[in-house]
């Protein structure tokens, strides 16, 4: 009887050591403080796909940190005083899932401009389905600072096309066009000719028959510093590298802004506005429970106030402009990170 006994002791705990070493907290990366010191702070490549794999970087990954909490959690110095730190936590970065496993994981941007920890990243993730991360950087002249680029699976390539970027990287008539090898990870410009402009936050569509990608809504910078709509849909023949304007819509788009050239504010109006009424969500055709009302009105106003004490105390250096189309039932569609100011004058601008 204590034989058996012992037997099942040692039996359940070879299955507890077993579960624990297994479990995803036990194989969080360890890292030092000299490491965090070491790696702490952003930073580009110095080569093609540079391996910049770190035990710090990678616990940023696993635990998906952002700046603030990863330097906090290594109690490192103020980055108002000293330089970015190192985040996992980004806008405008892009994910494609391969069928072996793998995530890829390109570039994109922490936080805005007025943020310390304020970067615009030109990096590669790269997590394999066993959870395994490498990291790789790049030269700024291999690939540039790049966000809400679309990237697009073709085979062994994914096409990394357009990107918001540092403002005086942005060119009107130019597109940012590049891919990512994935047997290398290296990255190489596509030199396409006349395209769709400086596009970003639109969509991209790979079509195997003619084996081209279509680029087609998002946003467009111009010389004036303004955003735009894109109305245009462009289409990129991989074969020839070269770009044709498939359909123009001569849409209009009107540009406001004040005579002193201060901000609008509309972004903060938008926030002072009372929750929209449950009601408002519900469909003629299928009118909703109260159950179902009450549900969509917390999630919404919860989201108001989130949104709201997120961005509400953050100051504007300088107020951004950007262009809206009279004719769409929803004036404000830009991101609340952008802080959205819309200028106001007479002057029209096409898309």
Known sequence: MNLTFITAALVLSLFTSTYLM???????????????????????????????????????VQKELNAYQANAAFDG???FAYKPCWSYERFGM???KLEDGRTILIAGEHEDYY????????DVIVKD?????????????IFPATDFHSATLVGNRIYIIGSLGYTDRRKEKDTPVYYLDLKDYTIHQVN????????????????????????????????????????SKWQLKLDTKQWTLVEERPW???????????SNLLFDVRLDMPPIDASTFEDPDTPMDQETKEK?????SRRCTRRKSKHSSRPIKKPWTNSIDLASPTLFTHKPRRRTNIPVSASQSMG
């Open 296 to 300: 969509k009105q917390k999630t919404y």
């Open 252 to 262: 209009s788009q009107f540009r406001f802004s004040r005579k002193d050239g201060e």
């Open 77 to 79: 110095p103020s980055s």
């Open 129 to 141: 389905a066993n959870g395994k991360v490498q990291i790789f950087g790049y030269s700024e002249d």
């Open 22 to 60: 297994s479990s995803p907290a036990e194989n969080t990366t360890k890292v030092t403080k000299e490491a965090f010191k070491q790696w702490r702070n952003a930073r580009r490549g110095s080569k093609q796909a540079q391996d910049m794999t770190n035990p710090f970087w990678v616990y940023c």
């Open 94 to 96: 892009s994910e494609t």
């Open 192 to 231: 396409s000719g006349q395209g769709p402009g400086w596009v970003f936050e639109h969509e991209a569509i790979y079509d195997s028959e003619t084996h081209s990608i279509t680029i087609d809504w998002g946003k467009r910078w111009i010389d004036s510093g303004d955003i735009i709509d894109n109305f």
């Open 115 to 122: 943020d310390p920890d304020f970067f615009i990243y030109n």
